[in-house]
């Protein structure tokens, strides 16, 4: 009696196997008899990072090609941090989250006239004009800027403020995509910010500071 | 005009036609300059990355568990769902088991071809989108009508007027106000959201990193401040190695939006790290199937490399005329002439005429940065719509079921040959149809002449086997002879 139960249990599961399988057993099977005709399966191309590199004639020093590139992306590279404190107070940016670890090294360019704070309180996100925090590294030949959870004390605070400030260190500058994946270091959270937040979903029309920061500065420390 | 494309083109209002022409037209222009500008071969970069997502498809059954087991391994939860259901239910699963009831999303394809907003808000959940143009779609009950530029069949002024009925302001269409109405509007929603969703543009199988690309910064945005990142992923999505993307996201940022590098690119590969106090402490990767793994049965395999870019929407003269609601579906243009019919399974009779609004030019497959054969993919569609007799793919096909029936009949062959004759007598300038009439006036119909060939060739025929005239064609001449008695070769 069992025997025959299980035997016609068998014979439906023969008919119809698809019921009796989880999501991950059915679309694996799906995907097997898929390829199970399939001859020679494609093969896995090699290629050399020099196909992507672009072809142009570049200067030497990787921090005078990423200002370069940087500018063409709208980005804004400072050198020094008194030129950051004149370019905030200039636009009247005088209220900002700075990353703790950062601000001994900044304290000092920042005038009376500064608000600084070394907690970002996201209740009130808006209260932040900018936001300073450091990069884990640059790409030269695109202009972008590298963030990690690592190294960049908050997400939001790289983020949600109109102005964000990335520090970086001249080494720490990759010359191009390939050299930069290379690297990547293990951080569940690396980004890539070429340029500030921007849409043209409008007519097409470049609107800069979308969600993200629509003034992009990247320090250079040293 | 018949055909279902046809017709939604000859309604399209004019305003929105120049629309979508002219901003095709533009991205196409900004995506060739800086493809052939910047890259001695650009095509060479095409030709590699397509095989390169070639591999991946054909080798799906070793990849996904080698996949899974690497997301596992960086702490993320995966799910499988094989139907759009399955999809939606494992989203609001997540959710329920954590008492979540907002979700903020960013821009994902996958979440529009499983319907999960409606499927969510039917159950209660708050579900937002923070793409701009997903954004305004969302509230104007609308659809994307481009896989990149989802709202470009829409104008300011529309715009502003949502904006207005939505209580977001005062009407003003201009679009730096737009943005930033939409800006202080949503960082408050990603702030209360419990979970922020994403889709995946690649996923490393050597790293477990989700690649996602965004412009304004929006998936960043609902990383930071939400808890829970559930990812919405086809099983497509796959590339080998994390160097592959070097190649595959120089290409799909020039081939979208014409850009060297798309403003946010983010490599996600788990939770948050301890020492960050922001973003998600779980991460949930769903891999959904709905259909792909029936294409992958398919010799329209192909298909299945597409990195969703949009360049061969831009480039086509089809989708330029007709806009992207014209494809009735969640792909438009060639991409989706092909994808959408085979995604629909069995509702594949519904969307059969499809891969027939193509002049099979080529441009789709000339600017694909993966190199799909869109043309060869799109002729064998048309070969299954006509197989399985899908009324929609004959549909502006000439009838040629009487013409097979007569000339395979050699006698009927020879009496429409006769009777043809008739068409001398024809008082053209009657003809019953306007567009014949039209046609009749530039040209003259030339005189039917049906059965002249049959009886040169039996003339020729006769001649040879008369045996002192030498035979031009020797041992050939007789067996011609038959040939010519076979209808098709007649008249």
């Known amino acids: ?222 | 005009m018949k055909q279902p494309l046809d017709q939604f083109a000859a309604t399209l209002p004019a305003e929105k036609h120049a629309s979508v022409y002219q901003s095709s037209k533009a991205a196409h222009e900004k995506r060739t300059r800086i493809l052939f500008d910047q890259f001695a071969d650009p095509n060479r970069l095409r030709a590699i990355a397509g095989e390169i997502k070639q591999h991946v498809i054909e080798n799906l059954d070793t990849y996904l568990p080698q996949v899974e087991a690497k997301l596992q391994a960086n702490g993320a939860q995966v799910h499988w769902a094989a139907t759009a259901d399955d999809a939606c239910a494992e989203v609001l699963r997540i959710m329920q088991a954590r008492g979540a009831t907002k979700i903020v999303k960013s821009k994902t394809m996958v979440s529009e071809e499983i319907e999960l907003e409606s499927y969510l808000e039917q159950r209660g959940i708050e579900s937002l989108e923070t793409d701009l143009g997903e954004f305004i779609i969302q509230i104007d009950h609308d659809h994307p009508s481009h896989i990149v530029r989802p709202i470009t069949h829409k104008n300011r002024r529309e715009i502003a007027r949502s904006f207005e009925r939505e209580g977001l302001g005062a009407y003003n269409d201009d679009p730096q106000t737009i943005t930033r109405r939409a800006r202080e509007f949503l960082r408050k929603k990603y702030l209360a959201a419990d979970v922020g969703l994403t889709g995946a543009n690649f996923i490393s199988i050597e790293s477990g990193r989700l690649v996602i690309v965004t412009n304004e910064g929006n998936s960043r945005f609902c990383l930071a401040a939400t808890k829970c990142h559930i990812a919405l992923v086809g099983i497509e999505k796959l590339i080998p190695r994390d160097r592959d993307l070097g190649l595959l996201l120089n290409l799909l940022a020039r081939s979208a939006t014409g850009q060297q590098l798309t403003v946010y690119t983010e490599f996600i590969s788990g939770p948050k790290s301890a020492e960050q106090p922001d973003g998600p402490e779980e991460m949930h990767v769903i891999f959904v199937d709905n259909g792909r793994t029936d294409v992958l049965a398919t010799e329209c395999r192909d298909i299945l490399r597409c990195i969703r870019c949009g360049a061969c929407l831009n480039v086509c003269p089809v989708y330029r005329q007709a806009s992207g609601h014209a494809y009735r579906s969640v792909y438009p243009g060639p991409v989706g002439a092909v994808l959408s019919p085979l995604l629909a399974g069995k509702k594949f009779p519904a969307l059969a005429d499809l891969p027939k609004a193509s002049s099979l030019c080529g441009a789709c497959n000339e600017v694909c940065p993966v190199n799909i054969p869109i043309p060869d993919l799109l002729l064998r569609l048309r070969e299954k719509g006509k197989r399985e007799h899908a009324p929609l793919a004959s549909v502006g096909s000439p009838p040629m079921g009487a013409w097979s029936i007569i000339a395979s009949q050699p006698a009927a062959w020879k009496a429409a040959l006769i009777g043809g004759k008739l068409i001398n007598y024809l008082p053209t300038k009657m003809l019953p149809v306007a567009a014949l009439r039209a046609w009749e006036t530039k040209r003259t119909l030339p005189a039917w002449r049906g059965g002249e060939f049959r009886k040169w060739l039996k003339q020729r025929t006769d001649r040879n086997r008369t045996p002192n005239v030498p035979s031009a064609i020797g041992s050939a001449g007789p067996s011609r002879a038959e040939t010519g008695a076979r209808p098709t070769q007649g008249g």
């Not at chain 1, 191309?45 to 590199?53: C, G, Q, R, Y």
């Not at chain 1, 709208?74 to 008194?82: E, I, R, S, V």
């Not at chain 1, 005088?94 to 090294?105: I, S, V």
């Not at chain 1, 001249?170 to 293990?186: K, L, T």
Request: proline share 7%.
């Open chain 1, 1 to 222: 009696m069992l025997k025959l139960a299980l035997a016609r249990l068998k014979a439906v599961e023969g008919a119809e196997p698809i019921l009796f399988m989880s999501s991950r057993e059915q679309i694996l099977s799906r995907v097997r008899s898929a390829l199970a005709p399939l001859g020679k399966r494609a093969a896995l191309p090699d290629w050399e990072p020099e196909l992507v590199v672009l072809r142009e004639a570049r200067p030497t020093d990787s921090w005078t090609l990423f200002a370069e590139r940087f500018r063409a992306v709208n980005g804004t590279p400072l050198t020094a941090a008194t030129e950051l404190t004149d370019f905030l107070a200039r636009n009247n940016y005088l209220h900002g989250y700075c990353d703790p670890a950062l601000f001994p090294t900044l304290r000092s360019a920042f005038s009376s006239r500064f608000t600084i704070e070394t907690e970002f309180d996201r209740s009130r996100i808006d209260d932040y004009q900018f936001g300073i925090t450091a990069a884990v590294g640059a790409i030269a030949e695109t202009g972008t800027l590298i963030l990690s959870d690592s190294a960049t004390s908050r997400r939001l605070g790289a983020l949600a403020p109109w102005v964000h400030v990335a520090t970086i260190r001249r080494a720490q500058i990759f010359p191009d995509i390939p050299a930069a994946i290379a690297a990547m270091p293990a951080d569940p959270n690396i980004i890539w910010c070429t340029g500030p937040s921007k849409t043209a979903d409008v007519e097409g029309i470049l609107i800069e500071g979308v969600h993200g920061p629509g003034v992009q500065v990247a320090l250079l420390l040293a």
